[in-house]
Each structure stands twice: as C-alpha cells, then as structure tokens.
C-alpha cells in the first residue's frame, strides 16, 4: 500500500466535508443542536440522533442541521435553536429524545412553537 500524500489527504478531507455539510443555501429551516461538552454531557447526542431519524422519515429536504458549541445557558443543556426563514430563532432548552421529536412533528412539520420546551424566541 502505497503512502498517502499531503495532496491525497486535501481530496479525502474536500469529499468528506462536501458529503457531511448541509446545503445551508437550499434550506428553509436551519436546526442547531448546541453540543458543547455541557450538552453533549446532559444528553446532546441522543436529541441529535433523534432528530436525524425523524428528518430521514420525513424526507424533508428544505431541513439544515447543524451543531454549535455551547450558547452560554450550560444550565439549560440540551438546547436546541430552531430558525425557520426570516422567522424569530426558537430556543428550546432541557431536551432529550421525545421532546426532539415533538418539536420536529409539531413545530418543523406543523408550524406550532412548543412554548413549554421553550427558553426563548429571538
């Protein structure tokens, strides 16, 4: 096997990156999973998980997901910011798994803020 060189290395890192970064341009709704150590640790990568599935079944395409560290509000980890268009960003805080999923059928796919999961708007 051959040695792999520098030039090598910049093509699999400009694959991998084109394959793994959303098409922030084409998409309609941005969702930030905040996965700094504090909500990584409070549960970040089970709401992240979550949400994949629940884009995948939905076969929406207009969907960006992407993560951020943490915004300050460790206290309130897992957080999760939802923008959809020119629409006022969404907050929502203390989530895990279920609550990502609701969030996503009832806000995402029908428009309604789930104010009781909410920490803030804009």
Known sequence: MSKLTIEDLKKIKDRVIKENTPRLGEAKIKIIVHMGTCGIAAGGREVMNALLEEVAASDR???AIVTAGCMGMCSSEPNVTIEVGSEEPVIYQFMNANKMRQVFKRH???GEI?????LARG
Not at 114 to 118: D, I, K, V
């Open 114 to 118: 789930q104010t009781e999961f909410a």
């Open 108 to 110: 995402i796919l029908l």
């Open 61 to 63: 395409t207009d969907v």
